[in-house]
């Protein structure tokens, strides 16, 4: 098991251009992704958006004569060995950062480097972030993302009746809906709100009755809750407008499925109207190399490699706390769709409503200083 691994860290290393003979021994940072299992092309996309973001950054003359390479974790989709492969990386190879997380398992990844005053630098928008130190997402808050949604549906959709459809066991989807509630009723306009009781194997004629006349349905919950609730309200005949409000991860697993994610409205980080130059040449090269444009899971990875080298090239590769407090200061990361920094854990940066099928139409909601 030991040779296997020193045989994948040295593997990376070479792909990161760190092979060069009298060069001193990379930096090293931790990444936690499955790489087996149902989700293993999350972990083989975002490895390589990784990939094409480690090597723009080490064009760059080294850090301290160092260059910054990534030593791979499989999760295999388990939280719990999430965990242990977060703790393996901090403790036997000794990263400066740990990077990755996915919305089911990003918790224990946040208590796993704890330990070692290692940031956590993740795609997945954490619970209670504000109050978890060293803990840093590429994503916007869950708040910004209800309001930005209520917005929507307000004056792009036209719509003043509502409803909300909410998984109670998803912290970050209660809150996703809850911000959206309080924006939609906060305004002048009489606007009418319908939050029935979640339920997925409901009777597809008892949900068409609880939303009968509902311009809008919010869902906030997983890709394949959403797949049932669609299918029965089409059943029925009931077909309002559909705006996803689940986690990244669930949204880029609809929008795989051609047929249920026809149509459907939700809110992205990434957009292709949005992306800068160095956003539509990442695009390109990506293409370029894997005969295909990049998914969510390539684009985050870019960004999680081009934020930590960015980071640490001004620690000068310090990494642990010393690397958390530059990545908390008050200053701005570039990213493919602009530049954004940390404010309590979360990015502020621009928010995207986009609509299945028609992503060059995606409208920019601007983040707003805290």
């Not at 997402?137 to 930005?148: Q, Y």
């Not at 307000?154 to 998803?170: H, I, N, P, Q, T």
């Not at 049932?228 to 689940?246: D, H, M, N, S, Y």
């Not at 992205?268 to 130059?277: E, I, R, S, W």
């Amino acid at each position: 098991m030991r040779l296997s691994r020193l045989v994948l860290l040295m593997t990376l290393v070479s792909l990161a251009g760190c092979s060069r003979r009298g060069e001193e021994e990379p930096l090293l940072v931790g990444h936690v992704v499955p790489l087996s299992g149902r989700d293993r092309l999350v972990g083989e996309h975002t490895q390589r958006g990784m990939r094409l973001g480690l090597e723009e950054a080490n064009e760059i003359p080294p850090i301290a004569g160092r260059r910054v390479a990534v030593v791979h974790a499989d999760s295999r989709g388990d939280p719990a060995r999430a965990r242990a492969e977060a703790v393996r990386l901090a403790t036997v190879n000794k990263v400066l950062a740990v990077l990755g997380g996915e919305p089911d398992d990003v918790e224990r990844l946040v208590a796993a480097v704890g330990p070692y005053s290692l940031p956590l630098l993740t795609a997945a928008a954490p619970r209670n972030s504000a109050n978890q130190e060293g803990v840093f997402s590429l994503d916007v808050t869950p708040d910004f993302r209800g309001e930005v949604l209520a917005r929507f549906a307000d004056k792009e959709l036209k719509a003043d009746r509502a409803a909300v459809l909410v998984d109670d066991s998803r912290p970050l989807c209660v809150a996703v809906a809850s911000a959206f509630t309080r924006k939609w009723q906060s305004g002048e306009k009489k606007k009418t709100l319908r939050t029935p009781r979640f339920d997925p194997k409901a009777e597809g004629s008892n949900l068409a009755g609880l939303l009968r006349e509902v311009q809008v349905l919010v869902f906030a919950g997983t890709a394949k809750d959403f797949v049932r609730v669609r299918a029965a309200l089409e059943k029925e005949k009931t077909t309002p407008k559909f705006i996803f409000a689940g986690e990244a991860a669930e949204w880029a697993r609809l929008v795989a499925d051609l047929d249920a994610g026809r149509g459907v409205y939700a809110a992205n980080v990434y957009a292709p109207p949005g992306l800068t130059k160095d956003g539509k040449h990442f695009a390109a090269t990506y293409r370029k190399q894997f005969d295909e444009g990049p998914d969510l899971y390539a684009f985050e990875g870019y960004e999680l490699a081009s934020v930590i080298v960015e980071a640490l090239r001004e620690t000068r590769g310090i990494g642990g706390a010393k690397l958390r407090e530059e990545l908390a200061k008050d200053r701005e990361f570039q990213g493919l769709t602009g530049t954004f920094r940390f404010n309590q854990g979360h990015a502020v940066r621009s928010l995207y409503v986009l609509r299945r099928g028609q992503e060059e139409q995606a409208t920019e909601y601007k983040a707003e200083s805290p």
